[in-house]
């Protein structure tokens, strides 16, 4: 990965779909960078899946690329978002729904922390209920 300062990264998620429950848990050796009071932190989950997390003000924005599959989700609790996820076989359209994010961040020692819980739908089906935390540490 380029630029930016090594950090090691943790995380968590919880994922409700049809009532059924999955938590993932994981570290990763990733980068963190900061231009123009945006901070960007970004990891590998495999040799082809990335992971990028870009921090704003009021909003988070999430990209995951692996392979043909492109996803991007804006999280801000305020707003739904539309957005297409792209798989090989096609796009699905998606709507993103923020219940919370909260963002921490430690200049000093480079470490911080972000919690996301937003809801995915597929035009007025949910497809699930998602929680990410993440911690993150030079």
């Known amino acids: 990965m380029e630029n930016g300062i090594p950090v090691k990264v943790d995380v968590r998620t919880r994922q409700i779909q ?3 429950k999955n938590d ?12 123009n009071q945006t901070l960007y932190l970004r990891y590998d989950e495999s040799s082809e899946a990335r992971v990028t ?12 690329k692996s392979g043909q599959m492109r ?15 792209l798989t090989p076989y ?3 359209e998606l709507r993103c ?4 994010f909260k963002f921490d961040y430690d200049r000093k020692v480079q470490s911080g922390s ?7 739908f597929t035009g007025d089906e949910i497809l699930g209920e998602y929680k990410i935390r993440l911690q ?3």
């Open 97 to 100: 729904e923020t219940d919370c």
């Open 71 to 85: 996803l991007k989700l804006h999280f801000n609790e305020n707003v739904k978002f539309e957005t297409s996820y």
């Open 53 to 64: 997390f870009k921090v704003c003000e009021d909003d988070v924005y999430l990209s995951r």
């Open 90 to 92: 096609g796009a699905v």
């Open 136 to 138: 993150f540490a030079a």
């Open 24 to 35: 993932y848990s994981q570290k990763f050796d990733g980068r963190l960078s900061i231009k």
């Open 114 to 120: 972000l919690t996301i819980d937003y809801r995915l």
């Open 18 to 20: 049809s009532g059924e």
